[in-house]
């Protein structure tokens, strides 16, 4: 599943200067009878322009690399805060935030109190958080900070030659990896953040958390809850991923919602074939950017756009209805005008290519967090029967996870979730989800008997809670700041639903057209998301 790669921010300059892997300090508190018992965070400035005006704070929180051995190598969690702003006697505690990927940086996140409605996050000290081995972390991973940059040969393996070629890819970048990462890539899987998050959670002193997680960030919290039940106060998950899933048949199952929701794409243009003109029926359209994609396959634009690249930029379509109007200026400017500039911006601004840290991350979490298939046969497999019906993402997706085939690091087995015991948590879901589609926001709610399910009904944009929606949001901001679910119904479905907002209309006055999409691209880095 795809990790919309937004570049870390420095946490401060000093971070640069430290060692890679951080010995054992005689300094640090001894493990507890719990665990691990880090020290205090040293809070500082943060480099952030956007914390520093709300008066957050930043520092780097020491952990073992290897929890089952805390007296040993060290390395750095970079943590952020945005502190209450209610009266000590309405403070409701720490809300961690973790944004998806797995590989996003959350070190900007703990802005996110300031959207929820009728100040309901202003009783909480937003936490935000770059997983260990991204952003600011110490160390970063990175293998190949050339490894996106266009082009790159076809995605769909219609000969050995290319089938060769981006296996030998794939292998490469893994052996770049076990390079770069080092010990490190054995302790890289969900359960080792879970543990930072433990740790973050020892470090702040409080006795329990609230957790604020997107896209794989709800697997984190899921697997928080399984281990940690008791330190659970109130989740908020939204994008579920589906547990039984993980990792595997859940890429496979994302190409076939990818497809629908690139159509839904594509009939939106034909709407407004009077502002794009690229086709009056989605078929149409559709046609017409395949047969960009073809030309684009021997002589890619400006020498840096070619078919993958044109696949990947218009992706983001089936993530975010937010991104409709600026690809589809893209898509008619090349299409129609053969403005180069337009669609190599748009590959620069979507896919940022030269910072490979999502990736990295990306990888050396899934391919550890469970054993992938090492059959290349069953892939060719898997993959060829899926594209029969979703030719759109598969054979991009496939390509995206194959170092998963030569990982370097050990893999683990997934926690067996069971939500049992967590109090409170309200998932929530866009039944159109393609990236995670909404049975993972059903299953979810199967495992944890106290929970509701809030959905947006009709909705394409992954994650898209907090985001503009008074049903959705008004619901969240009366759960954290009263802890009410919303009541659970029987059957398999929703506890409550939202009508979703409208589509993006390139037609309605230019300003407020603009604002939307002002508004809405302002909120969207928040979520770099595969999952």
């Known amino acids: 599943m795809r990790n919309r790669t937004v570049k870390g921010l420095a946490l401060f300059t000093a971070a640069a200067t430290l060692a890679a892997v951080a010995p054992a300090s005689g300094a640090l508190a001894a493990p507890g009878r719990d ?25 780097l929180l020491t952990v073992p690399l290897d929890y089952s051995k805390p007296n040993g190598q060290k390395i750095q969690i970079a943590v952020s805060r945005i502190k209450h702003k209610v009266a000590d006697k309405d403070y409701q505690g720490v809300m961690l935030v973790n944004p998806g990927g797995p590989g996003g940086s959350g070190l900007t996140l703990p802005v996110l109190g300031g959207y929820v409605p009728n100040g309901a996050g202003a009783a909480y000290d937003w936490i935000g958080f770059d997983p260990r081995g991204v952003g600011s972390s110490v160390p970063a991973l990175h293998c190949d900070d050339d490894y996106f940059n266009g082009p790159r040969p076809e995605y769909i393996p219609w000969n050995k030659s290319i089938e060769n070629t981006w296996l030998n890819r794939s292998k490469n970048y893994a052996k770049d990896c076990g390079k770069a990462g080092g010990a490190l890539l054995d302790h890289m899987s969900t359960v080792d953040s879970v543990n930072d998050m433990e740790s973050i959670r020892k470090a702040l002193g ?31 998950l939204d994008g579920n991923v589906d547990v039984r899933k993980v990792w595997y048949e859940a890429n496979l199952d994302q190409d076939v919602n990818f497809e629908r929701n690139e159509k839904i794409w594509f009939g939106w243009l034909a709407k407004y074939d009077s502002v794009y003109h690229l086709g009056t029926t989605a078929q149409q359209v559709e046609a017409r950017w395949y047969s960009e994609l073809n030309k684009l396959r021997g002589n890619p634009a400006g020498g840096v756009v070619g078919a993958d690249e044109w696949t990947d930029i218009f992706l983001n379509a089936g993530y975010y209805q937010s991104t409709w109007l600026d690809l589809a200026d893209a898509f008619a400017g090349w299409a129609n005008d053969r403005d180069t500039d337009v669609i190599v911006a748009a590959y620069e601004d979507y896919i940022g290519p030269g910072d490979d840290n999502g990736f990295a991350v990306y990888n050396a979490v899934q391919c550890t967090d469970v054993k992938w298939p090492q059959s290349w046969n069953q892939w060719q497999r898997d993959n060829w029967r899926t594209f029969l019906q979703a030719p759109f993402l598969t054979w ?10 030569y990982w370097p690091g050990k893999a683990q087995k997934p926690v067996k979730v069971d939500g049992s015991k967590v109090k409170s948590v309200l998932f929530v879901g866009t039944t159109l989800d393609a990236a995670t589609p909404f049975e993972g926001s059903l299953q979810a709610r199967r495992l944890f008997p106290h929970s509701s399910l809030l959905a947006e009904v009709g909705q394409t944009t992954h994650a898209n809670s907090l985001n503009g929606n008074a049903c959705i949001d008004d619901t969240i901001a009366d759960y954290l700041a009263t802890g009410k679910l919303p009541q659970r119904r029987s059957g398999d479905r929703p506890d409550k639903t939202c009508d979703p907002l409208p589509q993006p209309d390139p037609t309605a006055a230019s300003l407020s057209a603009k604002s939307l999409r002002a508004d809405s691209l302002v909120r969207e880095p928040f979520y770099p998301v595969r999952h």
């Open 396 to 405: 991009d997706n496939a390509w995206y996870n194959a170092p998963c085939l």
């Open 35 to 59: 665990g691990y018992s880090p020290a205090p965070i040293p809070w500082g400035q943060c480099a952030s322009p956007g914390l520093q005006r709300r008066g957050g704070e930043c520092g």
């Open 206 to 236: 409080a006795k329990q958390i609230n957790y604020y997680g997107f896209s794989y960030g709800t697997y984190l919290g899921q697997v928080y809850g399984t281990l940690h039940p008791d330190n659970v106060r109130r989740m908020v």
